[in-house]
């Protein structure tokens, strides 16, 4: 099933061969990865942020709106690998980060640079939701 498509990188008109593609060549997809052209699709802003940080290397603010986007230090894949390639000429910054509890809906602000909670406030409240949300399947025992 062919569709035509416009690439978000060079603006070219193509002929895609999959519903999923973006690109019109192997070279945009990895020039969007490398340099952060995808964005994560770019959300309109009406959407709840589910965390927002300020990225470690250029110090953009990010909105993370989206469940499958784990990103919790850095704006893209570009300015994480220019910062771990340099971290020794960077001065540390404390790394804070804040989002919604997906159970509770409490706000958490995160400044613990080894605390890695992204989604729940709590060991109990992540436990609570988990029991609430299994599927059926794995409620019967065999």
């Known amino acids: 099933m062919k569709r035509k498509a416009i690439c978000p990188v ?5 002929e895609a061969d999959r519903i999923t593609q ?3 060549s192997n070279y945009c997809r990895r020039y969007a ?15 709840e942020a589910l965390r927002t940080f300020h990225c470690l290397k250029c110090g953009k603010l990010v ?12 704006c893209s894949a570009h300015c994480e690998r220019l910062y771990w390639k ?3 000429k960077v001065k540390s910054q404390t790394i804070r980060h804040a989002f919604h509890c997906r159970n509770c809906g409490t706000y958490v602000e995160i400044t613990d640079p080894y605390d890695r ?22 409620r019967v025992l065999p």
């Open 10 to 14: 060079c603006g070219k008109e193509f």
């Open 22 to 24: 973006k690109y019109c």
């Open 33 to 47: 990865h490398r340099h952060g052209v995808n964005d994560h699709g770019r959300s309109s802003r009406k959407k």
């Open 63 to 74: 909105r993370v709106t989206e469940a499958t986007d784990w990103r919790t230090k850095f």
């Open 86 to 88: 340099h971290s020794e």
């Open 117 to 138: 909670r992204i989604a729940f406030c709590s060991t109990a409240c992540r436990l609570r939701w988990f029991s609430l949300h299994r599927s059926k399947k794995e």
